[in-house]
C-alpha cells in the first residue's frame, strides 16, 4: 500500500523532509521542482510510515485505502509521474544547518509583507540562533493571497495561515500591522534599525489586454473579484453586474478557473465557507449561468492545474463543454481527455463552464457599459460574444516601490539571487532583498515562495559573513518608538489575534469556519476589543 498526494498540493516541500525513504519527487533542487504541478509520491518504494500525512499542512496527503472517489485519479497520476522520471536516488537531500558568525552574533531583518513569500523567509531566519525579524503589514490582518486569493471552497489550502500563523507568534519574530513602508517610513529608516530589508509585498497589479473598450465599466480584473468575494479592505465595495446571464473570462490559469466555479457554485455552498457575506448575498441573487472561459492559444498551452480542471468537471450541477475542432486530438494528457469529453457534450442545459481556444481579443463594446467582447478567430474571421461582465484573468503583475530600482518589462525588482541590483549604476542596494512575486514575477504556487525564500536568506547570511551588512544604529526599542509616533493605528501580533478571535466567534454562530470583517473600521474596532 502507499500514501498519494492529491490536488491541492502546496508544493513546499515539508513531506520531502520527513520521508525516510525519500520516495517523494520532484524535491528542492530537482530540475522540475519549480515547474511541477504538484510533489509526487513513488508506490513502489512509499514504505506506509505516514509521516508525510502528518507534515502536510493542507491535507493533500491521503492513505491509498482512505482515497476520496472524487480523488481517485491520483493514485495513477502519482504513479505516471514515476513511470516518465524513473527513482534512482533514493538517498537522503542535504538540508545544511544554518548559523551566524560567530563574529557577527546578531542579525535583524525587517520584512515588509506577511504574505506566503514573507512567512517563509521569516520561518527560515527565526530558525537561526541570534536572528530577529521584524515584518511590517500594509492591512490589519495577515498572509496575503491565503487570505485574500485562495478561493474560499478550497478550505485545506486556506489552512497554511495556520502554519504561518505559528511563523508569526515566534519569540524571534515581532509583527506590526496597518502599518505602509513608503507612507509611514522609508526603506532607509527601516536600515537604521535593521542589518537588512526584504521586500516581499507580492504583485498587487494586473495585466491589462490593451484593447479598446477595456476602460468600460462591467470590466474588472479577477484580481479584484477574487479579493472582493475574499473580503479584502481595499475591494469590498466594489460592484460586479451579476445580473446578466454570461460571463466572460478571458484567461485561462488557475486564477479563471476560480472565478468560472465561484460564478457558477450555488448560495448553499458558498455560505459555509469564509466567503465575505456582500459577494454570498451578491452571487445568491445574480442570474449568471454560463462563465465562458477563453484563450488565445490552443489547450496545449493551458496555465491551470491538472488538478483545478478535474475537480471543475467533476463539480455537481455545472456541466463543463468546449468545441471540438478547437480542442484536438486526445493525445494521453489527463487534461486533453477532459477537454475531449467536454467536446463530446454538445450543447448542455442548466449552469454551463464552456472553454474556448484560440480567441484573440479585439475589442470590448458598449454604451454606458459592456454589451460585447469580439475575438479574432484563427482563421482571420472574428466572433462576438454578448456579456455584461468580462473578466480580465491574464496575470498579476507587480507595482513600483518608492525608493527601489523597477523592472518595467518584466514588473519585478531587478535582482541578483534575491539581492536588490541597481541596473543603472551596475551595483547591488546594499542590504535590500526581496522574495516571491516581485522578485520571480506571478507564477507558481503557494510553497513555490519557500525554495525562493530560501535563496535570498542565503544570500543575506552570506552578505552578513562577508561584512557587506552595516549594523543598525537604532534599537528594536527605538524602532517601536519610532512606529508608535508615526501610525496612529498601529497594530501588533495580539490586536491581530483580537481581530482573528472576533472572526472566528461570528463564523461559529453562523456554521461557518469565520466570517470576515471586510472594512478597515471592523478590523481596528475589534483589534481593540477586551478579550
Not at 509520491?41 to 476520496?68: F, K, R, S
Not at 478561493?151 to 507568534?169: E, I, Q, W
Request: glycine share 10%; hydrophobic share 40%.
Amino acid at each position: 500500500m502507499t500514501f498519494v498526494i492529491s490536488k491541492g498540493c502546496c508544493n513546499d516541500g515539508s513531506c520531502v523532509t520527513v520521508c525516510p525513504v525519500q520516495c517523494i519527487r520532484p524535491r528542492p533542487g530537482d530540475a522540475d521542482f519549480t515547474t511541477a504541478e504538484q510533489l509526487y509520491i513513488d508506490p513502489a518504494t512509499c514504505i506506509d510510515c505516514g509521516a508525510c500525512l502528518d507534515e502536510c499542512p493542507v491535507e493533500a496527503v491521503h492513505p491509498e485505502w482512505e482515497l476520496p472517489e472524487h480523488l481517485s485519479d491520483y493514485l495513477d497520476i502519482n504513479a505516471e509521474y514515476f513511470a516518465a522520471n524513473p527513482l534512482a536516488d533514493v538517498g537522503p537531500p542535504s538540508f545544511a544547518p544554518r548559523a551566524l558568525p560567530t563574529d557577527r552574533p546578531e542579525l535583524r531583518v525587517a520584512i515588509v509583507g506577511t504574505g506566503p513569500a514573507a512567512c517563509y523567509a521569516a520561518g527560515i531566519l527565526s530558525d537561526i540562533k541570534g536572528v530577529a525579524v521584524t515584518m511590517l503589514e500594509r492591512l490589519p490582518t495577515p498572509f496575503g493571497l491565503v487570505r485574500g486569493g485562495v478561493a474560499p471552497d478550497h478550505p485545506n489550502t486556506k489552512k497554511m495561515a495556520d502554519r504561518f500563523g505559528g511563523v508569526l507568534s515566534r519569540p524571534a519574530v515581532t509583527s506590526y500591522f496597518n502599518v505602509e513602508v513608503g507612507r509611514d517610513l522609508t526603506i532607509g529608516e527601516l536600515l537604521r534599525y535593521h542589518h537588512a530589508v526584504l521586500w516581499a509585498g507580492g504583485a498587487p497589479d494586473d495585466r491589462k489586454l490593451g484593447v479598446a473598450g477595456e476602460h468600460l465599466p462591467g470590466v474588472h480584473a479577477a484580481r479584484n473579484f477574487v479579493a472582493w468575494y475574499n473580503g479584502h479592505p481595499d475591494h469590498a465595495g466594489e460592484r460586479f453586474g451579476l445580473d446578466g446571464e454570461r460571463v466572460v473570462v478571458i484567461g485561462n490559469g488557475n486564477v479563471a478557473l476560480d472565478v468560472a466555479r465561484t460564478l457558477l457554485r450555488p448560495a448553499d455552498a458558498l455560505s459555509v465557507t469564509d466567503m465575505a457575506q456582500h459577494a454570498v448575498d451578491a452571487l445568491a441573487a445574480g442570474n449568471v449561468s454560463e462563465v465562458v472561459v477563453v484563450a488565445r492559444r490552443g489547450p496545449e498551452h493551458a496555465a491551470y492545474s491538472q488538478g483545478e480542471l478535474l475537480a471543475l468537471d467533476q463539480l455537481e450541477g455545472v456541466t463543463v463543454v468546449a468545441e471540438a475542432d478547437e480542442v484536438g486530438a486526445h493525445d494521453g494528457d489527463r487534461k486533453q481527455a477532459v477537454l475531449r469529453r467536454a467536446a463530446g457534450r454538445g450543447d448542455a442545459a442548466g449552469k454551463v463552464v464552456r472553454f474556448r481556444f484560440g480567441l484573440e481579443p479585439v475589442a470590448i463594446e458598449g454604451g454606458e457599459r459592456v454589451e460585447a467582447v469580439t475575438f479574432r478567430r484563427p482563421d482571420g474571421g472574428t466572433e462576438r460574444i454578448e456579456t455584461a461582465l468580462v473578466l480580465r484573468a491574464i496575470g498579476y503583475r507587480g507595482a513600483r516601490v518608492d525608493g527601489l530600482p523597477f523592472d518595467e518589462a518584466t514588473a519585478t525588482l531587478p535582482h541578483e539571487s534575491g539581492r536588490v541590483v541597481d541596473p543603472e549604476r551596475g551595483e547591488v542596494v546594499v542590504g535590500v532583498y526581496c522574495s516571491g512575486w516581485i522578485k520571480r514575477g506571478p507564477r507558481g504556487v503557494i510553497g513555490s515562495n519557500k525554495q525562493d525564500a530560501e535563496e535570498t536568506v542565503a544570500g543575506i547570511l552570506d552578505d552578513l559573513a562577508s561584512d557587506r551588512l552595516a549594523d543598525p544604529t537604532g534599537s528594536p526599542e527605538d524602532f517601536a518608538r519610532l512606529l508608535r509616533d508615526r501610525v496612529a493605528d498601529l497594530l501588533d501580533k495580539t490586536a491581530w489575534d483580537r481581530i482573528d478571535r472576533e472572526e472566528k466567534r461570528r463564523g461559529r454562530e453562523a456554521s461557518r469556519p469565520r466570517q470576515k470583517l471586510v472594512t478597515i473600521q471592523e478590523l481596528l474596532a475589534a483589534s481593540r476589543a477586551a478579550s
